[in-house]
């Protein structure tokens, strides 16, 4: 299994209180992602990575931010959390081809 | 962005039977992979499979990419691999996901 690790695995926060999810990955990949998973929606894409300081928008990326230091870790912040945004959310790695995903976050803004 | 449709959204089968799940897609696309996500939650990649067949065990995949379909084959199916079955197609640097096969193996 690709080394990907995310932390916290669980948090309940409250509506407008910042969150940052942290990804860490040891496999030295250059594409890094944030997706969102919700019943009826599948996965889909907030924020990616192509390189450390490189980052672009996905489909849902309203409400959300990112950075990347360094290769090993992506950030993804919730400047002022919602409801709208209790979810699971999944970290994924790529060299280029295959994407491989952690163990998720499961947010829940109250 | 590109539609990814999967079929039948849920499944029921006695444990041994065979089936087969289906990914339609709109677009032409760069890769398609297959996943598992068991009921932990957690995502497992099946297959990376932009094109023709791959067989892994009992599983086994073909995508016909110029008639935008992909088919997942699951013969003599467990209990362990009960759980949602997902598809994801590349469009730029873009992962598009299906809505999910729930797939429930009865012993």
């Known amino acids: 299994d690709a080394g990907i690790t995310q932390s916290p695995r669980h948090k309940v926060t409250e509506t407008g209180t910042p969150v940052t999810l942290r990804c860490h990955q040891t496999e030295n990949h250059r594409y890094m992602y944030w997706y969102r998973q919700d019943p009826g929606h599948g996965l889909r894409l907030i924020h990616y990575s192509y390189g450390v300081k490189d980052t672009d928008k996905g489909e849902v990326s309203d409400g959300y931010s990112v950075s990347r230091s360094k290769t090993e870790d992506f950030l993804l912040t919730l400047e002022s959390a919602t409801s709208s945004q209790t979810s699971v959310y999944f970290c994924?790695?790529?060299?280029?081809?295959?994407?491989?995903f952690g163990p998720g976050t499961r947010l829940t803004v109250t | 962005g590109i539609q990814v449709e999967q079929s039948p959204p849920d499944l029921i089968l006695q444990e041994g039977a065979n089936s087969t799940l289906r990914c339609n897609f709109s677009d032409s696309v760069n890769n398609l992979q297959w996943f598992h996500q068991n009921p932990w939650g957690q995502l497992i990649n099946l297959f990376y499979?932009?094109?023709g067949t791959k067989q892994n065990g009992r599983l086994s995949a073909t995508t016909v990419a110029t008639e935008r379909y992909s088919l997942l084959y699951i013969s003599s199916s467990q209990t362990t691999d009960s759980g949602v079955y997902f598809c994801?197609?590349?469009?730029?640097?873009?992962?598009?996901f299906g809505t999910g096969t729930r797939l429930t193996v009865i012993p």
């Open positions: 499979i932009p094109s």
């Open positions: 994924a790695i790529s060299s280029g081809y295959e994407q491989y």
């Open positions: 994801a197609v590349t469009g730029a640097n873009n992962l598009f």
